[in-house]
T-cell receptor, first 115, second 114 residues
Framework: SAVISQKPSRDICQRGTSLTIQCQVD?????MFWYRQQPGQSLTLIAT?????????ESGFVIDKFPISRPNLTFSTLTVSNMSPEDSSIYLC????????????FGSGTRLTVV | DAKTTQPPSMDCAEGRAANLPCNHS???????VYWYRQIHSQGPQYIIH???NNETNEMASLIITEDRKSSTLILPHATLRDTAVYYC???????????????FGQGTILTVHP
């Protein structure tokens, strides 16, 4: 299965600033997914990122707050903009498995704390 | 995607089988049942998936009822390292309009004790 490298693994940021999270995959993938996991909660899908097109955002998430780039088939970034303490969460990227209908692989996540 | 219902927590003794149930009564014919687990501070890990037949791999077995409205994940010999949150997810087959999206519920916190 694909191997995902996600950076940074954790960060502490000041409110009002922005953080860009990187997700690098060791193979080419069509779709990449970004999730948020708030403290003590389950994962919530933020958006789906396809190479060469605008990301598709889920209800409750907007591009101005969470801009996403997908410059090629192995890389994506998620920016958390104008951060507030409510943005403190774990952010994870995910890609589809190697073959049809296989499981998805997740990165180890970025633990963000906004102070 | 169909909604799933899981018990919030379960306990299991080390070395015994852990049987984790999941209800997905509104599952449609083109949706698979997937199981993932998340060990503390790590990303979710794929375990197994199935459509209507029982499945087994090196990690676990998946038993799906004949009407497909519920399933059970079986860890045959649980170890302390199996302590995690287990998520049951139903997902469209390739080609569906929501293909690729995984909708996570709250999952079951499995605690394996010595």
């Amino acid at each position: 299965s694909a191997v995902i490298s996600q950076k940074p693994s954790r960060d502490i940021c000041q409110r009002g600033t922005s953080l860009t999270i990187q997700c690098q995959v060791d193979s080419q993938v069509t779709m990449m997914f970004w999730y948020r996991q708030q403290p003590g909660q389950s994962l919530t899908l933020i958006a789906t990122a396809n190479q060469g097109s605008e990301a598709t955002y889920e209800s409750g998430f907007v591009i101005d707050k969470f801009p996403i780039s997908r410059p090629n088939l192995t890389f994506s970034t998620l920016t958390v903009s104008n951060m507030s303490p409510e943005d403190s969460s774990i952010y994870l990227c995910s890609v589809e498995g190697d073959t049809a209908n296989y499981g998805y692989t997740f990165g180890s996540g970025t633990r963000l704390t906004v102070v | 995607d169909a909604k799933t219902t899981q018990p919030p927590s379960m306990d299991c003794a080390e070395g015994r089988a852990a049987n984790l149930p999941c209800n997905h009564s509104t599952i449609s014919g083109n949706e698979y049942v997937y199981w993932y687990r998340q060990i503390h501070s790590q990303g979710p890990q794929y375990i197994i998936h199935g459509l209507k037949n029982n499945e087994t791999n090196e990690m676990a077995s998946l038993i799906i009822t004949e009407d497909r409205k519920s399933s059970t994940l079986i860890l045959p010999h649980a170890t302390l390292r199996d302590t995690a949150v287990y998520y049951c997810i139903v997902r469209l087959r390739r080609g569906g309009t929501s293909y690729g999206k995984l909708t996570f519920g709250q999952g079951t916190i499995l605690t394996v004790h010595p």
